[in-house]
């Protein structure tokens, strides 16, 4: 009787500590879209570091695959229940939408990490558009006036990141393309050859065979990321014709640096989830203190890295990628 | 007694005229569908998927079904990679290791399945999750890159008649093969047809029905395996990510082959032809600038064709 009493006056104890600790530590969620892709994994060490600086208690979650809203749907609803009055998420799809405002309605905020949706009150993420014209621009000054046989490894059908660095590479090459609104991909005579790599070294080889199988004289390739670019290099490798090729690609992982460095893709433009996940954090601490939430757009920045500077282009080299790049250095 | 297994039933003829029809279809689009080049990259596109689908096959010709492989294969060819990089085992060391960790999830799924009885369906919705975790722990979710030759040598090339052959194909065709003989000429092949006829009367008769249940499962086990020697071999790294895709992609491919998902029919050459009309499709369509959805939309028309034949032939042999 007398232990049990002793347990339960403190658990009540620990109790009553805990909830007067939470009112004064902001709780701050960050939901990814998987939790095993590299990207993510540094985004989450960034949330970490940036909230153990700000005394901010950090909850993780993350779907179980690229496209699990269900998932993620859960990590809200949980995050929610647990607390946590900022919501920062990187969205796997539209399906969060009447989650995300059920959960603002309750006076939490919810921004936006890397890929957008309507309805948050934020967005912290790469201009995925202007990735594209980089290495659009880049591509072209590297071509040096040669009639462009293109093929292009996208990622898969309807996704915007998709559409917005296909056609931002087509509007920097100089070519007609829809604008960074458009979730379609825009096509041209001189791209010969679209595949779908899911942005997956595997499927972006077998996507690259077949293209060069329809065309053997391309010359310039545009990948949706590096690992794609990878899976490119290796089919044209393979088939004898990787040199004289242009490889160009988005994200900027260490890895994707490595291979830059290394020839195996020309340029690449390198994005910085790590400043996403921080200043998304900073907002969360921000809201929490001053009741004042973050609003608008924020370009998180993006930078071309080359193996090779050119005339009229303005880039940096592997060893600046090296310093800010995300993954295992 | 009647062996079910060597009726030909019109529906293993299925598949057969698919692949004929889609390459006729294809080579009047492009005429560079049916160059041997070409050929000859759609079979090393297929090769992972086919080889995982022969221990697929083996699988549900005992009415059971495997939802572990891709994620199997993925641990797999992280084991194999990372002993042999970052470990500085041998490479014929590593891969025997490889082996042995698929064979050995082969093993718990098939123990499961016999002795705890329980569907094979739950089992390897279990193990699926399992060897996908252990993957992304092991490998901290990082690519292993900078593989020595020897894991790679499979996936090289040889010339013949002017096209480039990957040894990879040859081992899948091999396998194929020798699978296909052994299900038919001895007398433990001949049991797993009979097994996943009806279970009772293969007891009845006399035949080990677990012991049986559980050497399938391990030999699926080694087959994904050395389906994850021919993934690293041919994309030179060792990838947490692969086999996402490729676990139902097996079950695409061994239901276009005209296996039955009830058990006890099918020829296991007909999953090679399945797994290669995917790979026909895909590379048909992007030699004729086609979205790949589309390829998605026929692959899945397809399926459910296949499986129509399937019911149509069991209600006509009743």
Known sequence: ?????????????????????????????????????????????????????????????????????????????????????????????????????????????????????DGADALFATDNYKAGVLIGQYAKAALGGRPAVIA???????????????????????????????NELSKDASIVCMADSFGDAAKGQTGMENCLQKNPNINLVYTINEP???????????????KGVTIVSVDGGCQGIRD?????????????????????????????????KASGYVDTGVTLIAGKALAGVDSKDTKVGTDLCWGNK | ???????????????????????????????????????????????????????????????????????????????????????????????????????????????LVTRARLPSFIVTLGTMNIAFAVTQIYSKSQTVSNLPAALTNIGNTFTLGGTEISWGTILMVALYVGVWRWLNDTSPGRHIYAVGNSPEAARLTGIPVERVLVGVYVLAGLCYGL??????????????????TENLDTITAVVLGGTSLFGGRGIILGSLVGAVIVGVFRNGLTLMGVASVVQTLITGVLVILAVLADQMSRKGAR
């Open chain 2, 227 to 244: 389906a994850s020697l021919l993934s690293i071999a041919r994309t030179g790294v060792g990838d947490p990510q692969a086999g996402q």
């Open chain 1, 152 to 182: 292009t490894l996208d990622l898969f059908p309807g996704h915007p990141v998709g559409a917005q660095r296909h056609n931002g590479f087509m509007k920097g090459f100089g070519l007609a393309a829809a604008d960074a609104k458009s």
């Open chain 1, 1 to 117: 009787m007398k232990l049990i009493a002793r347990t339960l006056v403190l658990s009540a104890v620990t109790l009553a500590a805990s909830a007067a600790f939470a009112q004064t530590q902001p709780v701050i969620g960050l939901i990814t879209k998987t939790d095993t892709n590299p990207f993510f994994v540094k985004m989450k060490e960034g949330a970490e570091a940036e909230a153990k600086k700000a005394g901010a208690k950090l909850l993780t979650a993350a779907g179980k695959q690229d496209g699990d809203t269900a998932g993620q749907i859960a990590a809200i609803e949980n995050m929610v229940s647990a607390g946590a009055k900022t919501i920062l998420i990187t969205s796997s799809g539209d399906a969060i939408i009447p989650t995300v405002k059920k959960v603002q309605a309750k006076g939490v905020q919810v921004i936006a990490l890397d890929s957008p949706f």
């Open chain 1, 228 to 242: 794609a670019a990878a899976g490119a290099f290796n089919a044209l490798k393979k088939a004898g014709k990787e």
């Open chain 1, 260 to 292: 830059t460095a290394a020839g195996i893709i020309t340029a690449t433009s390198q994005q910085y989830p790590l400043k996403m996940a921080s200043m998304g954090v900073a907002a969360g601490v921000e809201y929490a203190k001053t009741g004042k």
């Open chain 2, 1 to 111: 007694m009647s062996t079910p297994s060597r009726q030909i039933p019109w529906g293993a003829l299925g598949p057969w005229i698919a692949l004929l029809a889609a390459s006729t279809f294809f080579a009047t689009q492009s005429d560079r569908f049916l160059t041997g080049e070409n050929l000859s990259l759609v079979l090393q596109q297929v090769m992972v998927v086919g080889v995982l689908a022969i221990g697929q096959t083996l699988i549900i010709l005992t009415a059971g079904i495997d939802l572990s492989c891709g994620m199997v294969m993925a641990l797999g060819s992280m084991v194999v990679t990372k002993l042999a990089v970052e470990n500085g085992l041998h490479p014929m060391l590593a891969m025997l290791c490889g082996l042995l960790v698929t064979s050995g999830f082969g093993l718990i799924n098939g123990l």
